[in-house]
């Protein structure tokens, strides 16, 4: 069973930054996708960043391009996610996403496993 655990997330500040940690369990690492997605109230939910094992990095969200960093710690089973230059706007609970498949995709429904999500707040 593949299970994903989401931390990091939290109050912080305009201009601030945070780095979001998801620990993986269960999934081959050399064979998976695995996204960051986050959801806003009110609105739905979008793919910000993934990470292919073929090596691949695809950054979807305009809006955060510049300002986030995707990286993996195989030994760890881990996948952060650094956010710099955090704005109100960046408010969300983020998610932690895996597939079965090599292949970043930006729709959330070819995703097997989430985690339970994660809340950031940022302050104006």
């Known amino acids: 069973e593949v299970q994903l655990v989401e931390s990091g997330g939290g109050l912080v500040q305009a201009g601030g930054s945070l780095r979001l940690s998801c620990a993986v369990s269960?999934?081959?690492?050399?064979?998976?996708?695995i996204a960051w997605f986050r959801q806003a109230p009110g609105k739905e939910r979008e793919v910000v960043s993934c990470?292919?094992?073929?090596?691949?990095?695809?950054h979807y969200a305009d809006a955060l391009k510049g300002r986030v960093t995707i990286s993996t710690d195989n030994a760890k089973n881990m996948v952060y996610l650094q956010m710099n230059s955090l704005k109100p706007e960046d408010t969300a609970v983020y998610y932690c996403?895996?597939?079965?498949?090599?292949?970043?995709?930006?729709?959330?429904?070819?995703?097997?496993?989430w985690g339970q999500g994660t809340q950031v707040a940022v302050s104006s």
């Open positions: 996403a895996a597939r079965n498949w090599v292949l970043c995709t930006w729709d959330a429904s070819l995703y097997d496993s």
């Open positions: 269960g999934l081959a690492f050399d064979d998976s996708a």
């Open positions: 990470f292919s094992s073929s090596g691949t990095i695809t």
